[in-house]
């Protein structure tokens, strides 16, 4: 087990076993948010495990997850409307420290990548799962100010 291999399962068991646990219990709109967090935990922990195991597939995976996981969760939202109406779930913090960790996660997976094509998919998967997260924490909040239905 060399470094990046720990790191990404320090990773999935903190962040995944918190997602966990939200998607499990709670409301509705807790539920979504866990949703949306266990796209941040897995992404980044596929871009360690790819490094650590030489597996340039799960770079592959890792695009894949962060187009496919806020698409999701807004499509959760969009169904859910009527619960999330009620009480709407705030994970700002929750989605800083995501957008937080995603970072330092791609800044050190391109590190030893090197200048390349290979670097240029890493950052274009860390702007999409850290966009993609702020966006659909935003829809959960309360939607777009001028946006009908939110």
């Not at 800083?96 to 800044?107: C, E, F, G, N, R």
Request: charged content about 10%; proline content about 5%.
């Amino acid at each position: 087990m060399n470094g990046w291999v720990l790191a990404a399962a320090v990773e999935i068991g903190g962040a995944g076993s918190a997602a966990l646990w939200g998607v499990t219990t709670g409301a509705p709109g807790r539920r979504v948010v866990a949703q949306n967090m266990t796209t941040s935990a897995l992404c980044p922990a596929l871009l360690l495990l790819s490094q650590g195991y030489g597996r340039p597939a799960y770079v592959d995976l890792a695009l894949l997850l962060a187009l496919l996981g806020p698409i999701g969760t807004l499509v959760f939202a969009r169904l859910l409307s009527d619960e999330l109406e009620r009480e709407r779930p705030s994970a700002w913090g929750l989605t800083w420290t995501a957008a937080a960790l995603s970072a330092v996660v791609v800044a050190a997976v391109c590190v030893p990548v090197g200048p390349g094509r290979a670097m240029v998919k890493l950052l274009v998967i860390g702007a999409l799962l850290i966009s993609g997260n702020v966006i659909a924490s935003r829809a959960l909040s309360g939607g777009f100010r001028g946006v009908r239905g939110g």
